[in-house]
């Protein structure tokens, strides 16, 4: 059961910036950990980002560290992914994930409900 809907994917070319955008129902909202990951034309799934609940920890993959920045708006249920400095090599569907627990994770084993997930294509 899809419960989470990502926007704010496009065609943008290199150095553009984005900014997807992930909407997650549930009360506890606030105490999950929350994850992007993507996967490109044939690809692995691979992690992106991810941010704990509570403290707001987060982690990057090492090829985003530095241009991408994951954040959270407890309030609005929603967790956000700014995407800067794109590169061609960004091009993939990005999807968002929530963990059953609160703490970051790069493993996409460890996240239980995930969006259908938004396409990025970055032009050279």
């Known amino acids: 059961q899809v419960e989470l809907d990502e926007s704010g994917g496009g065609l943008v070319q290199a150095g553009d910036s984005l900014r997807l955008s992930c909407t997650a129902p549930?009360?506890?909202?606030?105490?999950?950990?929350l994850g992007w990951f993507r996967q490109g034309p044939g690809k692995e799934r691979e992690f992106v980002a991810s941010?704990?609940?509570?403290?707001?920890?987060?982690v990057y993959a090492d090829s985003v560290k530095g241009r991408f920045t994951i954040s959270r708006d407890n309030a609005g249920n929603m967790v956000h992914l700014q995407m800067n400095s794109l590169k061609p090599e960004d091009t993939a569907v990005y999807y968002c994930?929530?963990?059953?627990?609160?703490?970051?994770?790069?493993?996409?084993?460890?996240?239980?409900?995930w969006g259908q997930g938004t396409q990025v294509t970055v032009s050279s």
């Open positions: 994930a929530r963990r059953r627990g609160s703490s970051v994770s790069v493993s996409g084993d460890e996240y239980d409900s």
């Open positions: 549930g009360r506890t909202f606030s105490m999950r950990g």
């Open positions: 941010i704990s609940g509570n403290s707001g920890m987060t």
